[in-house]
């Protein structure tokens, strides 16, 4: 392809065209542009790299090489150099990278440009032989592996050799002999399995490395790990290839190599953070031969390179304003910037220098605001390692499910069952993958660790979904069940042996590893207050109890939007109550128990509205199917044989002593039975026979096939009105007695399950009967909204009529996806929605992430005709998805206006909210 620009050198690429010179060349470019010390170069474009590989003769593209001797010369003059002069020789480095930065491309060639002739020119200009031989054997070796796929342990295998018989233990140890004759046995391994010589020639060189690098990008490492974190081609596409004149931090005690970031990746504190290497390459600081130094250590050792390295790291952030992750080198006191790029911190480091910077003056609000990714935050909300607990990890997996999480290491699911379960311990599941036959291995683990499969693997969703921490993919452990242990290379992993997984980062530790609790630090405060400002949806929570409110309330929440009514049912004190309630044959014994549970809800709601005043509290009205409140069938059935057979004893006894007469003397037998029965009360028996006995029918009347669907929410309202005229009583008394305290309270009465505006009118009857009655009783007017849950797919296509009845929507996305879908949620995670997920049939799990298409389509809807009817219809959704950033930026669109979600989202939430506020006003 002609015509279009393939090279960029340094001064002129545009620093902003990542996708055309990758992230490397573009900030290398940038750099060099804004005045920063970068050694001279240039940059291959990523065009050229697809043009290359789309060539199926695998030529370079037409006229390639003649730009890059173009660009070669130019370096020469910057330089004063010759690529391939013995005088003088030019030594380059050749470095791939695309426009996002991705692991499994191709290293970095060093030193190219050294043959035979150019090695005995750079000896002669150092004078030093040491240093001469050192560069060229890595040169070959890298050369060798990287672009001709030499085995490294071949050359390794060499050195060791040279070492032992050197008798030294160090590489700084071997002499230039030495050295040299590493180099020569170097040139025989490339020359016995490159399947070509070395190249003399430093432009065959260059043109192989180039070929290497393009190649890299269609390689399988490469691919795969494309396809793993889904990066699509408008995302990268193809790698640049940048050339860079070598410099060299081996050049001795006035030269060093580092890295640094700009500000504490781990707390963000504002202070440069690093380490260096004196008289070393770049690779060893990373290949971990030496100890590097703390940065801090270079102003004893280098005050004068330290001023410098401040400076630079000053001149990053005021042009970047972003933290910065860069590579240094020193060559002889003289400080060259070798690569930048933005730094990745931890969730804390992030939000403290989004405020710090903000303050500093470097960036402003809304710069702050959307640099932080809201998912990110959830890793600040969870409990997680003590970042002061040094541990080293023993294999790393895919961050599948966030969280951290000590136990003992079982190896299946019915031993996780024994262990957690029936032993109450603290179990990690580790196994290859999971299946949905292990699922209840999962409700007795701490956590799940597993050793292949990804992201959305079974057990990276249901252990999502059920918001335990899991590590996927762990590859480096290989578990034997049938032994009951893993190897990790060497190492054994026993049942019963304690690890900690972090479900945040991948990484699996031996032992058990302290955590500390989430902190909601004052900055988080600060910055969740700045996007509070820029949201135009509220965020409000779920919370069922006043300590959950005040939970909430902590996180920022402002007001509740589903409070479930049922979980105050499930109290100890109260279940005997709701269970008169339902098991009641007259209409007296019901009421009779609805009067006992009056009191305790209004406590109940009271208790919230106190909390959350002066914000709104949504209260759905009862939802479950009823027959949930009471025992199953089954354990009713076991409790009558043992009552029958506790009967049948007595009964026997007694007999037995009234038989006595015959023999004995009669009072006796009279005193044996009255005994007996002291011991055992018979009448007491009978009766709780009884209760069961009526019990048992109850329940089988109440059995459904398919409970999900049947006998719940406004219509279980409707069969038995007593039980919502109490819940409305309790609520709008509760409301009464805050307001006659002078404490503002807005309640909002949900209804659950409605399809039909027929069901809404019966309930609103109800409500305004209540009303007139409380508001008589406390003598004044109460201040509350009437709204439906939108979850029924009939729902939707009648959100107009519906509108008509109500101040409120709130969508329950958990029960609208179930039925969007056709799919009950625990089937479907625990059996075929994994596989789904993993052969691309659906992109993500549609109880996670809210399905625009379907599911959004009819909330779209439901929206649109509802406002048409009543224009200020307050539209809010409550499912778990409220949680969810990208379900979050979809109800911004949908034109909602207000979010719910769990209190530990509730951060998360306000953050996506923020974002959608400000990327919809751009
Ligand atoms: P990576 O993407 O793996 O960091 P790099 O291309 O940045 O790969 O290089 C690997 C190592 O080689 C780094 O330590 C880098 O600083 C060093 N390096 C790359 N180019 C040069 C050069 N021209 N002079 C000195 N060191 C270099
Ligand atoms: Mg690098
Ligand atoms: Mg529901």
């Known amino acids: 392809m002609s015509g279009k620009r393939q090279v960029f050198s340094f001064e002129e690429g545009d620093g902003k065209n990542k996708q055309l010179l990758g992230g490397k060349g573009a900030n290398l470019c940038e750099m060099t542009q804004f005045g920063l010390n970068v050694p001279p170069g240039f940059v291959i474009s990523t065009e050229a790299c697809l043009d290359y590989l789309a060539n199926e003769t695998r030529q370079l593209p037409d006229g390639l090489m003649d730009d890059v001797r173009e660009h070669m010369?130019?370096?020469?003059?910057?330089?004063?150099?010759?690529?391939?002069?013995?005088?003088?020789?030019?030594?380059?480095?050749?470095?791939?990278?695309?426009?996002?930065?991705?692991?499994?491309?191709?290293?970095?060639?060093?030193?190219?440009?050294?043959?035979?002739?150019?090695?005995?020119?750079?000896?002669?200009?150092?004078?030093?032989?040491?240093?001469?031989?050192?560069?060229?054997?890595?040169?070959?070796?890298?050369?060798?592996?990287?672009?001709?796929?030499?085995?490294?342990?071949?050359?390794?295998?060499?050195?060791?050799?040279?070492?032992?018989?050197a008798h030294v233990t160090e590489d700084v140890g071997l002499s230039g002999d030495d050295l040299k004759e590493i180099c020569e046995r170097f040139l025989t391994v490339f020359g016995n399995h490159a399947g070509r010589p070395f190249p003399e020639d430093p432009y065959d060189q260059l043109e192989i490395a180039i070929k290497a690098v393009f190649g890299s990008w269609g390689g399988k490492r490469a691919v795969d790990y494309r396809r793993e974190f889904n990066i699509t081609p408008d995302m990268a596409n193809g790698t640049a290839v940048n050339v860079c004149t070598m410099v060299f931090g081996n050049r001795g005690d006035d030269s060093a190599?580092?890295?640094?970031?700009?500000?504490?990746?781990?707390?963000?504190?504002?202070?440069?953070?690093?380490?260096?290497?004196?008289?070393?390459?770049?690779?060893?600081?990373?290949?971990?031969?030496?100890?590097?130094?703390?940065?801090?250590?270079?102003?004893?050792?280098?005050?004068?390179?330290?001023?410098?390295?401040?400076?630079?790291?000053?001149?990053?952030?005021?042009?970047?304003?972003?933290?910065?992750?860069f590579e240094f080198t020193i060559e002889r006191g003289i400080l060259y910037c070798l690569q930048t790029r933005?730094?990745?911190?931890?969730?804390?480091?992030?939000?403290?220098?989004?405020?710090?910077?903000?303050?500093?003056?470097?960036?402003?609000?809304?710069?702050?605001?959307?640099?932080?990714?809201?998912?990110?935050?959830?890793?600040?909300?969870?409990?997680?390692?003590?970042?002061?607990?040094?541990?080293?990890?023993?294999?790393?997996?895919?961050?599948?499910?966030?969280?951290?999480?000590?136990?003992?290491?079982?190896?299946?699911?019915?031993?996780?069952?024994?262990?957690?379960?029936?032993?109450?311990?603290?179990?990690?599941?580790?196994?290859?993958?999971?299946?949905?036959?292990?699922?209840?291995?999962?409700?007795?683990?701490?956590?799940?660790?597993?050793?292949?499969?990804?992201?959305?693997?079974?057990?990276?969703?249901?252990?999502?979904?059920?918001?335990?921490?899991?590590?996927?993919?762990?590859?480096?452990?290989?578990?034997?069940?049938?032994?009951?242990?893993?190897?990790?290379?060497?190492?054994?992993?026993?049942?019963?042996?304690?690890?900690?997984?972090?479900?945040?980062?991948?990484?699996?530790?031996?032992?058990?590893?302290?955590?500390?609790?989430?902190?909601?630090?004052?900055?988080?405060?600060?910055?969740?207050?700045?996007?509070?400002?820029?949201?135009?949806?509220?965020?409000?929570?779920?919370?069922?109890?006043?300590?959950?409110?005040?939970?909430?309330?902590?996180?920022?929440?402002k007001g509740i939007g589903l409070c479930r009514t049922e979980r105050m049912f499930n109290d100890v004190d109260r279940l005997p109550v709701v269970i008169e309630m339902i098991v009641s044959e007259t209409d007296e014994q019901r009421e009779a128990a609805l009067d006992k549970l009056l009191p305790m809800q209004r406590a109940d709601f009271k208790a919230i509205f106190e909390v959350m005043s002066p914000f709104p509290v949504t209260i759905r009205l009862l939802d479950p199917p009823i027959h949930e409140f009471l025992p199953s069938e089954q354990q009713l059935l076991a409790d009558l044989e043992k009552l029958h057979h506790l009967r049948n004893s007595v009964r026997g006894m007694e007999v037995l002593a009234s038989s006595m007469i015959l023999l004995h003397d009669p009072d006796q037998a009279k005193q044996e039975a009255a005994s007996m029965r002291q011991i055992v009360d018979i009448d007491m028996v009978e009766k709780t026979l009884k209760k069961k006995e009526t019990m048992l029918k109850k329940v089988r009347a109440l059995t459904e096939t398919n409970p999900m669907l049947g006998h719940r929410g406004v219509r279980l309202g409707i069969t038995f009105p007593?039980?919502?005229?109490?819940?409305?009583?309790?609520?709008?008394?509760?409301?009464?007695?805050?307001?006659?305290?002078?404490?503002?309270?807005?309640?909002?009465?949900?209804?659950?399950?409605?399809?039909?505006?027929?069901?809404?009118?019966?309930?609103?009857?109800?409500?305004?009967?209540?009303?007139?009655?409380?508001?008589?009783?406390?003598?004044?007017?109460?201040?509350?909204?009437?709204?439906?849950?939108?979850?029924?797919?009939?729902?939707?296509?009648?959100?107009?009529?519906?509108?008509?009845?109500?101040?409120?929507?709130?969508?329950?996305?958990?029960?609208?996806?179930?039925?969007?879908?056709?799919?009950?949620?625990?089937?479907?995670?625990?059996?075929?929605?994994?596989?789904y997920n993993q052969i691309g049939i659906l992109q993500d799990n549609p109880f996670e992430v809210l399905d625009e298409k379907g599911v959004g389509k009819l909330m779209d809807l439901a929206v649109k005709w509802g406002r048409e009817k009543k224009p200020d219809l307050s539209v809010g959704i409550c499912g778990e998805h409220g949680g969810h950033p990208a379900s979050i930026a979809f109800c911004h669109k949908a034109g909602?206006?207000?979010?719910?979600?769990?209190?530990?989202r509730v951060p998360v939430a306000r953050l996506a909210a923020a974002h959608a506020s400000l990327l919809n006003r751009k």
């Open 722 to 835: 007593e039980i919502y005229s109490m819940q409305i009583r309790a609520i709008l008394e509760a409301a009464a007695e805050c307001a006659a305290k002078d404490l503002e309270v807005h309640p909002q009465i949900m209804v659950p399950q409605v399809c039909t505006s027929e069901e809404l009118k019966k309930v609103k009857e109800t409500v305004d009967r209540i009303r007139t009655e409380v508001e008589a009783e406390f003598g004044h007017k109460l201040d509350f909204r009437f709204g439906t849950m939108i979850e029924v797919v009939r729902a939707c296509m009648r959100a107009d009529t519906l509108a008509e009845k109500v101040e409120f929507f709130s969508f329950g996305t958990n029960d609208l996806t179930q039925a969007t879908f056709s799919f009950s949620r625990e089937d479907a995670e625990n059996k075929f929605l994994p596989m």
């Open 73 to 165: 010369k130019r370096v020469e003059a910057a330089t004063g150099k010759g690529f391939g002069d013995a005088n003088n020789p030019l030594l380059v480095s050749v470095r791939s990278g695309s426009a996002m930065s991705m692991p499994g491309m191709m290293d970095t060639i060093l030193n190219l440009g050294l043959n035979s002739e150019t090695l005995q020119g750079e000896i002669e200009q150092t004078g030093d032989a040491r240093f001469g031989y050192d560069a060229y054997r890595r040169f070959i070796q890298l050369f060798g592996k990287v672009a001709l796929n030499v085995p490294d342990e071949l050359f390794d295998a060499e050195f060791e050799q040279v070492k032992q018989k």
């Open 342 to 557: 933005n730094g990745k911190m931890n969730a804390i480091a992030m939000v403290r220098t989004s405020v710090e910077m903000v303050e500093e003056g470097l960036i402003d609000k809304e710069q702050a605001l959307l640099r932080i990714d809201p998912a990110h935050l959830e890793q600040m909300l969870y409990p997680r390692l003590d970042p002061d607990a040094k541990a080293d990890a023993v294999a790393q997996g895919l961050p599948a499910s966030p969280g951290a999480a000590s136990g003992r290491v079982v190896f299946d699911a019915d031993r996780a069952e024994i262990f957690g379960k029936e032993q109450g311990q603290k179990v990690i599941l580790m196994r290859e993958e999971t299946k949905p036959e292990d699922i209840h291995g999962f409700f007795a683990s701490e956590g799940i660790l597993t050793s292949r499969g990804g992201k959305t693997s079974h057990a990276a969703v249901v252990a999502r979904g059920m918001g335990k921490p899991c590590v996927a993919g762990a590859e480096g452990i290989s578990v034997d069940v049938q032994r009951r242990e893993a190897h990790i290379g060497g190492l054994v992993i026993r049942e019963g042996d304690v690890v900690t997984i972090d479900g945040s980062s991948g990484n699996v530790y031996l032992g058990e590893i302290s955590m500390v609790e989430p902190d909601f630090t004052e900055e988080l405060n600060r910055l969740l207050r700045w996007a509070d400002d820029e949201a135009y949806l509220r965020v409000v929570a779920n919370a069922d109890t006043g300590p959950d409110a005040t939970r909430a309330l902590k996180y920022g929440a």
């Open 257 to 325: 190599t580092g890295v640094g970031f700009t500000r504490n990746p781990g707390t963000g504190e504002n202070k440069l953070y690093g380490e260096y290497l004196v008289n070393a390459q770049g690779e060893d600081v990373v290949a971990g031969i030496r100890t590097p130094k703390p940065i801090d250590h270079l102003s004893e050792e280098m005050p004068e390179m330290a001023r410098q390295l401040a400076e630079l790291r000053e001149k990053l952030e005021t042009h970047y304003k972003e933290i910065q992750d």
């Open 896 to 904: 909602l206006n207000y979010v719910s979600c769990s209190a530990p």
